[in-house]
Each structure stands twice: as structure tokens, then as C-alpha cells.
């Protein structure tokens, strides 16, 4: 019960990397905010960790609006009196599309969900995670180490994160406040398996992973686990690669 009475954040806690650790986070005793832009699949969130007896609660966001941020925090503060940890995951893909081919619209939304969406979090919650010593976890990716795990605006955003991290982590130091980021490689949730060419994806992806495989959401769950808990009480500003060995060739 490494998280029993603190509060979570999780964004994208409706599928994939944010379900896999809401569940983990609520299992060792955290109260945990599923917070994501599709209603459903979070309350569906919720409902696994309330059959396992674990505490839940689902609030809206949209991560690329400043205000709905801001609501999420001010409303977990409203129901639970104190933030621990918010780990700011919620992000989209841009389908590997090339610089050229990239739409303002496209680049707007990537970037507004995955980079503007980790900053208004980190904006919001970190004044609140001063007052518990609490800290933050990104999901940055392979794509903040290295080209060619996404397109130009997806790159750009996670290397964004990555950059964050760093200077967040600085900043937030003095107030006794740990900021840490993951690097996932390949992992099996909807931003793979909803590809119409999964099958040659996937045939990527074992190519490039040392280990051969996608990751399961829960390996990807536990080393977050990991950096927001106390034994990580040392470790801060850094992007711990979870990626199968990816960006070791
Ligand atoms: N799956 C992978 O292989 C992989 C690899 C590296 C990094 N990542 C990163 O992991 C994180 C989670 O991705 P996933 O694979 O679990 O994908 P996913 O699509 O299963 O989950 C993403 C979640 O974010 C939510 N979301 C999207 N836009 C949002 C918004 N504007 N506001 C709030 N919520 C929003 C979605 O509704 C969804 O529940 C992302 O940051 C992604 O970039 C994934």
C-alpha cells in the first residue's frame, strides 16, 4: 500500500498507459482521479478499481484547454483536500505523418494535447504538490529520444515533454517536488491496435525492440509506480526508458 491516503491525477486514465496505472495506483492504496476527455471509457476505469475495492472518481478533462486543467485540479482539491501525484499522460498520435504533409490543424492538436497539456498540468498541480512534497510523472515516449517513432508533430511534442522534465524538475526542486518522466516504447493499447495496418506496425515494432515484443499498459504501469513513490526518493529530472531496448541500437 506504497500510495495508501494519497490523491493521483491520472489524464488519459480511460485506456491503455492510464488505466493500466490508475488500476495499479488504486490497488496500493491511492485515491485516484480518472481524468480524461471521453466520459465513458473513464467511468469504466472507475468501475474496475470500485469492484477491486479501490477508490476512484472520474473528472472531465480536456488537457489542451488551460481552464479544463485548471477545473480538474481545483475540483480534486474540492473532494479529496490534497494533491500527491499527478501523473499527466493523456496524449494523441499523428499517424507518423512527415513534416510536409503536416496540417496546421494537425499540429495544433498535437501539440495542444501532448505538450500544451503537460504544461498547463504541471502549471496547475505544482503549487498544490509543493504543499505535500508530492510529484510529477510524465509519459514522454521513444519519440523524445530519437526520430521516427511518430510524425513531425508528435516528435516534436514528446521531445517537448522530455524538455519539461528537466526544467520542471529544476524548478521545482527548492519545494521539495520530483518530477520524472517514462519513455515508453511499443505498447499494446488503442493507438496501436485501432490501426487499419496493425499488422505492419506491429511487424515494426518487434523489428526495432530488442526484446521482440509490445509491452503490456501494466509494464509501463509499475516503473511509473516506481518514480512517484518514495523509493524514488532520489531521482528526479529523469526520462527512464521503458522501451524493450529500443533506443539502445
Ligand atoms: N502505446 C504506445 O506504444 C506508446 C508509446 C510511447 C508513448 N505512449 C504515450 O503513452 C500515453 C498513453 O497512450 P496510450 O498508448 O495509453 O493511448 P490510449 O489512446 O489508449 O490512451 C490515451 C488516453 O488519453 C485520452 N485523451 C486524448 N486526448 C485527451 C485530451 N485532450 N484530454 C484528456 N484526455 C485525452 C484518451 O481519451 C485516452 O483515454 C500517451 O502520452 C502516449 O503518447 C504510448
Known sequence: MRFK???VIVTGGGSGIGRATAIAFAREGARVVVADIV????????????????????????????????????????TFGHLDVYFSNA????AGIHCTETTDALWARVMGVNL???????????????KTKGNMVFTASVASLGAMAGGASYTASKYGVAGLVNQ??????????????????????????????FDEVETMVKAVTPLGRFAQPEEIAEPVLF???????????????????????
Open 5 to 7: 491516503d494519497k490523491t
Open 116 to 130: 500544451s497539456g503537460c504544461f498547463y498540468g504541471a502549471r496547475a498541480a505544482l503549487p498544490h504538490l509543493a
Open 227 to 249: 518514480l512517484a513513490s518514495d523509493a524514488a526518493s532520489f531521482i528526479t529530472g529523469t526520462v527512464l526508458r521503458v522501451d524493450g531496448g529500443w533506443r539502445s541500437k
Open 91 to 94: 496524449a494523441v498520435i499523428d
Open 39 to 78: 466520459e465513458e471509457s473513464a467511468k469504466e476505469t472507475v468501475a474496475l478499481i470500485h469492484a477491486k475495492a479501490g477508490l476512484a472518481h472520474f473528472i472531465f478533462v480536456d488537457v489542451s484547454d488551460a481552464k479544463s486543467v485548471n477545473a480538474l485540479v481545483a475540483s480534486t482539491l474540492a
Open 168 to 197: 520542471l524538475a529544476c524548478e521545482a526542486a527548492v519545494d521539495g517536488v520530483r518530477v520524472n518522466g517514462i519513455a515508453p516504447g511499443g505498447v499494446l493499447t488503442n493507438i496501436f491496435s485501432e490501426m487499419k495496418n
